[in-house]
């Protein structure tokens, strides 16, 4: 009930409790009236109907405890009124009494019925309400895009449907912290509870502090993978915290879709960088191979009329020779740094057919070593081969590649006179292959040397752009094999490629047979 208040504003009162009796006092009274003048013409057992009719009315409207006050009170009336002798309680005939009983016992059963139809009425239409509600904050958490929104909804729905107030916290890297944002005063967390609500994933009440303004109910955000976060809620003003617990289930759920809603936001923002990337790497693969492409035909001019200039016969002082072999070794490294740009686009457009042949790696790390002649001059290479390797079916001119990018990269970070060894293998079905020097190592994020322009030194003196191991990674990788980067405990780096090793074709013995044999 409103009552007008000042400046037109209302103050609300709830129904007083002896209202639904005084009103079930008034129905029997009026049922008497109404029967008093048909006395005349209905048999006493109509006038019982009348009587157990405003107790079914007395239960539907007000339910049982009224209707159990209009049952005792229409056994009295109709007792005073209609059973001689009349407006007296006093009865003469003793057959009454059995009527006195029946009737209230079947207005009684009759109450009780109905009043247990009302409420199971009042709680399915709860029941629907509350499901509405969720369905509606379902919907809203579904057309949300960013966390700030999912905040919003959750204190704007608790505050709706259970008067109480919340805050969103959100794990980042394992800490829980608060996500800005919402109306009115700050609610107070208790970061322990938060902490253990998160590492269980179960909830946490604490009456105790929510008279102090902070929150008496933690709930772990669990998301179909993992626990996102906690939701913090308190009751509004100073209402106890047990009417939040009460509700606990129905919270529970609330905590659920917002952990759905939170983690399909962190896909979408995944997924979304995930094609910013993609798209990026396309135009990036798109500009080198157009670049290398344009370079690569007056390079090669360049290369050629420069390894002429310092081979000719004619006469050069020795200035000029010199400058001429360093333009031809520029222009040479340079043409190579166009080449690896060239392959690395190929490479990640996926234009690269392997060509695959049984054949043995020794044979690739030999050829690898004499294409390498000039820039290993000043390192001595160690080649450990494991007794009986197996023939491997690879692209001879790729893993070459591979063993040129790994020795030239070990050569350029190693001290002169360093040796370089290369270890290979045979382990449960891989061919591994180990290429350690004795330089300075990686730096501690190894991983992520097999990135495209990612240099060991970002400011080196030593020529290079960060493609070699990135194009290793691309060609390993197509083989269907794996590298990694790690440096030794006595110092270097050791960067390991397997290879899977397959079932080789057999051998046929092609041993002449000795004349006679067989006859």
């Known amino acids: ?164 107030r919340a805050d969103l916290l959100l794990a980042d890297d394992g ?117 290398s492409h344009d370079l690569r035909t007056p390079l090669t001019v360049l290369v050629g009329l420069a390894d002429s200039l310092a081979v000719t016969r004619s006469p050069l002082d020795g200035a000029a020779r010199e400058t001429a072999g360093a333009i031809r070794d520029q222009a040479g490294r340079l043409a190579g740094l166009v080449a690896n740009l060239l392959d690395m686009a190929r490479l990640h457009a996926g234009e690269v057919t392997l060509q695959k042949e049984w054949q043995p790696i020794e044979e690739v790390i030999g050829a690898s070593i004499k294409l390498l002649g000039h820039a290993l001059a000043e390192h001595r290479v160690k080649v450990a081969l494991a007794v009986n390797l197996p023939l491997v079916a690879f692209d001879a001119v790729l893993i070459e590649r591979v063993f040129c990018n790994l020795l030239e990269n070990a050569a350029k970070h190693s001290p002169a006179g360093s040796p370089i060894e290369i270890e290979v293998r045979a382990a449960d079905g891989w061919l591994c292959v180990d290429v350690d020097d004795h330089g300075p190592g990686f730096p501690a994020a190894a991983s992520a040397m097999f990135d495209m322009f990612v240099r060991g030194e970002s400011e080196s003196s030593r020529p290079g752009v960060g493609l070699g191991l990135a194009i290793c990674r691309a060609i390993v990788e197509a083989h269907g094999g794996t590298i990694a980067a790690a440096n030794r405990p006595q110092g270097g780096a050791c960067v390991t490629f397997t290879l899977p090793l397959g079932e080789p074709p057999a051998i046929e013995d092609e041993t002449p047979a000795e004349p006679g044999a067989g006859a």
Not at 119 to 128: I, Y
Not at 176 to 189: E, F, I
Not at 202 to 214: D, I, N, R, T, W
């Open 1 to 164: 009930m409103a009552i007008p208040g000042k400046n037109g504003a209302t103050r609300s009162f709830p129904r007083a409790d002896w209202l639904p009796q005084a009103l079930t006092v008034l129905a029997c009274a009026g049922t008497a009236a109404i029967a008093m003048p048909l006395a005349a013409v209905l048999d006493p057992a109509n006038i019982v109907m009348l009587f157990l009719l405003t107790v079914l009315l007395v239960a539907v409207r007000f339910g049982l405890r009224p209707a159990l006050l209009a049952a005792v009170l229409n056994v009295a009336l109709f007792d005073f009124f209609f059973v001689p002798p009349r407006f007296s309680f006093a009865v003469r005939d003793g057959q009454y009494l059995v009527t006195f009983a029946v009737m209230l016992t079947v207005a009684v059963i009759t109450g009780r019925l109905t009043a247990g139809l009302r409420r199971q009425a009042d709680d399915s239409a709860a029941a629907e309400e509350r499901a509405r509600a969720l369905s509606e904050m379902a919907r809203d958490l579904s057309g949300a895009l960013t966390l700030e929104q999912v905040a919003d909804i959750t204190r704007a729905f608790l505050s709706r449907q259970f008067d109480a």
């Open 175 to 291: 800490q829980l912290r608060p996500l800005a944002g919402g109306k009115g005063p700050p609610l107070h967390v208790e970061p322990r509870l938060a902490t253990i609500a998160y590492e269980q994933g179960k909830p946490v009440e604490c009456s105790q502090l929510a008279s102090g303004g902070y929150a008496a109910l933690y709930l772990p955000l669990q998301a179909p993978t993992r626990v996102r976060g906690v939701v913090a809620v308190a009751p509004a003003g100073d209402a106890p915290p047990e009417a939040l617990f009460a509700r606990r289930p129905q919270l529970e759920t609330v905590a659920l879709l917002i952990a759905i809603a939170i983690e399909r936001i962190h896909y979408v923002n995944v997924a979304q960088r995930t094609q910013m990337q993609i798209v990026a790497e396309r135009l990036r693969s798109s500009i080198l191979s157009a670049l």
